[in-house]
């Protein structure tokens, strides 16, 4: 009947909360798949699929020349790896558990740690198969160069990082709205297919459609990724600092409204999702 609370520390909170996620990442990858190596291979093939498509369409219409000097193929995957870390994070969280979660019914389990989980595995696989890719075309293709590495890599993280964001407000938003939540949330990664600017050079862009395009903060992480990739392009109608001020705002936003949708959730909200 009486229980006595022990108050744990901060640095045995700590351990725990990453012990937590940790578990939580190994289950989330092996969501979908009952091998954690499928779930793996299914999303380097997604990428693979996406490179050779993209290559295909612009040797046919005769655009690989006309985009920009350097390595065509690095071209395309700084953007189709943006971009493909980018929604893949978004429906991650969106899509993990909530408040009125089964899970939830166990005491350590929380809301962060859902969101950690999913943030985690998303940049875990992704950048697993930027890995394997990138090695296997140095490798196997061509040897190529990237300027600045670093750089490139904080782009990749940023476009992560905003993805984080976006997704906290859709989950926020899925327990009072569960149908527009998953309607906003696919509107989103279908309009990024063109609004991501993955395609294209920003700099060529004309000012009535760069208006189009650089409310994306993806836009903007994509663009300033081939500015570090490549040596002889200079972006000049994006700055990271956007998209990295949009991603504190809108994770600031989803957090507190997600805490308070967590005040507030009954146990019925889980039939409806």
Not at 101 to 129: G, R
Not at 151 to 168: P, R
Request: glycine share 6%; with cysteine.
């Amino acid at each position: 009947m009486f229980q006595v609370r022990k108050r744990d520390g901060f640095l045995s909170n700590t351990i725990t909360f990453c012990d937590l996620v940790y578990h939580n990442v190994a289950r989330t990858i092996r969501k979908s798949h009952g091998n954690a190596l499928m779930s793996i291979i299914m999303n380097l093939m997604q990428m693979i699929i996406f490179v050779l498509a993209f290559y295909i369409m612009f040797s046919v219409l005769q655009l690989r020349g006309a985009v920009m000097r350097g390595d065509f193929m690095v071209f395309l995957m700084t953007g189709i790896f943006l971009f493909m870390t980018h929604i893949k994070t978004v429906g991650a969280v969106s899509g993990s558990e909530g408040p009125a979660s089964p899970m939830m019914k166990h005491a350590p389990m929380t809301t962060s740690i859902s969101i950690a989980a999913a943030a985690l595995s998303q940049l875990y696989i992704q950048m697993l198969s930027l890995i394997v890719i990138m090695f296997a075309y140095h490798v196997l293709v061509t040897p190529f160069e990237v300027q600045n590495v670093a750089g490139v890599m904080m782009m990749i993280l940023l476009a992560w990082f905003t993805a984080v964001a976006v997704g906290v407000v859709f989950l926020a938003i899925k327990p009072w709205a569960p149908g527009l939540s998953g309607l906003l949330s696919t509107i989103y990664q279908r309009a990024n297919m063109i609004a991501s600017g993955k395609m294209f050079v920003a700099n060529t862009l004309t000012p009535q459609l760069l208006m189009m395009f650089d409310w994306n903060p993806l836009f903007h992480c994509i663009d300033q990724s081939r500015g570090f990739a490549f040596v002889n392009y200079s972006p000049r109608n994006s700055n990271w600092e956007y998209a990295l001020w949009v991603g504190i705002v809108l994770l600031l936003i989803g957090l507190m409204a997600e805490f308070y949708t967590r005040k507030h959730a009954s146990a019925s909200w889980s039939a409806r999702q």
